[in-house]
């Protein structure tokens, strides 16, 4: 799409975003749309966050993503935030109608889409065992909790911060049983138990087998498991061992792919071309 006086533009603020997949994601999306929107790279110092979203009104941008570390902070700047992003706490898509501006998160949703494209889930029965309790943990256990998931067990390291993430799932949903546990025997056994194994650490971007956060061993051909880490040129550790066990496996990337797809149906209103945005995530 040629730049010209009619380009709206939409952006990701983040720090650092050079690394970003999205810009490259959401332009050939635009771009097979034919629409006029261009979506660039907003790098951001945290002190200039304030100012980045008093900018979004200013300039009139359709929108804009919202990746690490401003997720959380970002929700406090807005005028409203939707359902997704009052319960994830934590704002990965922004909407500006006429200055005023929303708060959404589709990290959730995109899990769930992700999810069901890789494998046949009854959720009603599936227990679900999540390695992890920071933003992106938090996102996928209330999504999961309102596809009807029973059982969440959240294992972390820090068992003060899984134990806040089961209060505020059990708050939001009182018919789901959760246990917080620290990496021990027994979340061992709860991973055993579950049909869906979730890594939602940061464990995994580079390294060998000491990077996934339990023991791979477990696995089983019966468990789905979920990897939100993702590389674009390398498989992640999970992946491989998962594949090994025979288990159904579904990587980061394809959660990357459907939480851009319900960004860009939410600022266009219409339905993302989502394979176009498939080729443009491949090395
Ligand atoms: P976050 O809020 O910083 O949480 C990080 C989590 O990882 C915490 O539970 C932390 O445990 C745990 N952790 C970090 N280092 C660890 C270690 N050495 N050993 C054990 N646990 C460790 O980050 P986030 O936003 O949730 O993101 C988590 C991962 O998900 C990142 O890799 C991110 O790129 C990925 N992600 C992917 C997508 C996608 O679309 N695929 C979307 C969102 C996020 P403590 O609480 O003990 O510190």
């Known amino acids: 799409m040629e730049i010209n006086g009619e380009t709206r533009l939409i952006g990701i603020l983040g720090d650092p975003v050079s ?17 006029n929107i261009t979506y660039v790279p907003l790098p951001v110092a945290p002190a200039q966050l304030e100012a980045a979203v008093a900018g979004l009104r200013a300039m009139r941008f359709i929108g804009a993503n919202v990746t690490i570390p401003h997720k959380v902070p970002v929700s406090g700047l807005l005028d409203r935030l939707d359902v997704s992003a009052r319960r994830a706490a934590a704002v990965n898509t922004i909407v500006n109608d006429d200055g005023v501006l929303t708060g959404h998160n589709t990290d959730g949703a995109g899990f769930i889409r992700a999810l069901t494209e890789t494998a046949v889930v009854d959720f009603r029965q599936a227990a679900t065992v999540i390695f992890g309790a920071g933003g992106a943990a938090r996102s996928v256990a209330m999504a999961l909790a309102g596809a009807g ?8 390291r820090t068992l003060a911060k899984a ?3 089961k209060a505020l799932i059990e708050a939001e949903f009182p018919a789901v049983t959760v246990v917080a546990s620290v990496p021990d025997a ?12 979730i890594n939602a650490t940061s464990l995994g971007m580079v390294g060998d087998l ?24 390398t498989a992640t550790p999970l992946s491989v061992a998962a ?17 851009g797809a319900a960004s860009t149906q939410i600022w266009t209103g219409k339905e993302p071309p989502i394979d176009v945005m498939r080729k443009a995530l491949e090395p």
């Open 19 to 35: 690394h970003s997949l999205s810009p490259r994601m959401q332009n050939a999306a635009f771009d097979a749309m034919g629409l």
């Open 210 to 233: 000491k990077s996934v956060p339990f023991d791979v061993d477990k696995l089983s051909e019966g468990h789905v498991v979920c990897d939100l880490v993702y590389t674009r040129s």
């Open 186 to 197: 027994a979340a061992a056994r709860l991973l055993s138990a579950s049909k869906i194994v």
């Open 243 to 259: 594949k090994k066990k025979g288990a159904t496996f579904m990587g980061g990337l394809q959660m990357l792919l459907m939480q």
């Open 163 to 165: 134990d806040e993430l």
């Open 149 to 156: 998931v029973p059982e969440i067990a959240l294992v972390n």
